[in-house]
């Protein structure tokens, strides 16, 4: 019962996240961080855990826009890249997902305090499986990545995706049959960045179907608003 009641609060705090993410980017405002503000009182690292499920999303707004985000955004935002270092044998999306948010933190700050210089952008070694894996598995996994989905970025995971973007379509048309609504929208994402993406997909209408029937969840709202907010100024679809 304490593990679930933890778990629901964790889920919780990082819904309250993404609804301060969705807000700053329809507003082009500083992410406010009640969702953090309202974890603080908890012991241990609750909070940045729930930083860490979101990832580099939590300062996207500060990056598409671009604006400098607040301090206490930004503090949060780099003591959870310094606590939770990956693991030698964690899994790609882990140590991909751990990378976009120190380059996302490079961006927006200086570099981590005591970081090898030839270590401050080094990508993951590990980028092969999305080129290996299946259109499904491609999806699933692109839509665990989409932090890494934002204009200009120039990265093995974001080739990978440039080079199957009939995939990545199928993938999304799948993941709205399936009603698995945070795929599809981290799917359209990456979508609206991809050269080659069929015209018959009807992606634009079919993000609006998809935070129709998913926008309770502020995560799926988040993946939704990045899209449009990268459409409008100009990425292709």
């Known amino acids: ?38 974890t603080d009182d908890l012991e241990g690292n609750f909070a940045l855990a729930a930083v860490r499920v979101l990832g580099a999303d939590l300062l996207l707004p500060h990056v598409l826009f671009p604006t400098p985000p607040a301090p206490e955004a930004l ?40 970081a090898p210089a030839g270590d401050r952008t080094a990508e993951p070694d590990v980028a092969g499986w999305l080129d290996e894996a299946t259109w499904q598995v491609l999806t699933h996994q692109l839509a665990v990545l989409a932090p890494l989905a934002v ?7 974001a080739r990978a995706a440039q080079r199957r973007p009939v ?12 009603r698995d609504w945070q795929q599809a929208a981290g799917a359209g994402r990456w979508l ?35 899209a449009r907010v990268m459409r409008a100024a100009g990425a292709l679809v």
């Open 167 to 178: 995939d990545v379509a199928r993938g999304f048309v799948r993941a709205v049959r399936r």
């Open 1 to 38: 019962m304490e593990q679930s009641g933890t778990s629901a609060l964790l889920q919780g705090a990082v819904q309250d996240l993404a609804s301060d993410v969705v807000s700053a980017l329809r507003g082009g405002d500083h992410v406010r961080m009640s969702g953090t503000g309202a």
């Open 192 to 226: 609206t960045l991809l050269d080659g993406v069929p015209d018959t997909l009807g992606l634009a209408a079919g993000l609006d179907f998809v935070e129709l029937m998913g926008g309770s969840d502020p995560r799926v709202s988040l993946q939704v608003q990045a």
């Open 75 to 114: 503090a949060v935002f780099r003591r959870t890249v310094e606590a939770f270092p990956p693991r030698a044998d964690a899994a790609p999306t882990v140590k991909w997902s751990h990378w976009a948010m120190s380059r996302t933190l490079r961006r927006l700050d200086t570099p981590l305090a005591g």
């Open 151 to 157: 204009p200009g970025e120039d990265c093995a995971v």
